[in-house]
T-cell receptor
Framework: NAGVMQNPRHLVRRRGQEARLRCSPMKGHSHVYWYRQLPEEGLKFMVYLQKENIIDESGMPKERFSAEFPKEGPSILRIQQVVRGDSAAYFC?????????????FGAGTRLSVL | AQTVTQSQPEMSVQEAETVTLSCTYDTSESNYYLFWYKQPPSRQMILVIRQEAYKQQNATENRFSVNFQKAAKSFSLKISDSQLGDTAMYFCAFAYTGTASKLTFGTGTRLQVTL
């Protein structure tokens, strides 16, 4: 059973460009979470999605950031018109519908660098 | 809202020795989960150990154990027989019970295991 897959591992964008980060949850997992880690800090929650629904986006910046988890395909975190302050590691985690709740399995992260 | 505090930014331990990492949290809820995650230089987030608040018995996983003091809202991690591979950032995290909920992380403790 493959783990949580994130790609790309590294993404370089110039200011004003768009960044699209992808996350494929573990097989059988229908809950996806996105977290952001600024340098030398802990992870901060951004958004929680189930298939085709945003459940909690209380950690998402109000502008330029959006997330989706379509019925088919990976979850996408999209950042429009990136700025230097968006440079960070973005982690995706997934958890199962049933079984042991609240265990989130993390991907290896995408490191976004904005030039 | 819940908060998680890790008051030790850095710690060092010699190989084969024991080290304890501290974590305190604040919540008004009576039932929740607590976690320790490890982030090695590869940046992958790895679950080390998990504790359910309604269970009085402290969780253990091989060389890793916790001291969970619910009244004091304290959740420390003890690593016995430290190994070089234990060198990493360690994050304490909190989550409410429920189908799935976001993790709130502390700022982390950087652990260095030396020869």
């Amino acid at each position: 059973n493959a783990g949580v897959m994130q790609n790309p591992r590294h993404l370089v964008r110039r200011r004003g460009q768009e960044a699209r980060l992808r996350c494929s949850p573990m097989k059988g997992h229908s809950h996806v979470y996105w977290y952001r880690q600024l340098p030398e800090e802990g992870l901060k929650f951004m958004v929680y999605l189930q298939k085709e629904n945003i459940i909690d986006e209380s950690g998402m910046p109000k502008e330029r950031f959006s997330a989706e988890f379509p019925k088919e395909g990976p979850s996408i975190l999209r950042i429009q018109q990136v700025v230097r302050g968006d440079s960070a590691a973005y982690f995706c985690a997934s958890s199962p519908i049933t079984g042991v709740q609240n265990i989130q399995y993390f991907g290896a992260g995408t490191r976004l660098s904005v030039l | 809202a819940q908060t998680v505090t890790q008051s030790q930014p850095e710690m060092s331990v010699q190989e084969a020795e024991t080290v304890t990492l501290s974590c305190t949290y604040d919540t008004s809820e009576s039932n929740y989960y607590l976690f320790w995650y490890k982030q090695p230089p590869s940046r992958q987030m790895i679950l080390v150990i998990r504790q359910e608040a309604y269970k009085q018995q402290n969780a253990t996983e091989n060389r890793f154990s916790v001291n969970f003091q619910k009244a004091a809202k304290s959740f420390s991690l003890k690593i016995s027989d430290s190994q070089l591979g234990d060198t990493a950032m360690y994050f304490c995290a909190f989550a409410y019970t429920g189908t799935a909920s976001k993790l709130t992380f502390g700022t982390g403790t950087r652990l260095q295991v030396t020869l």
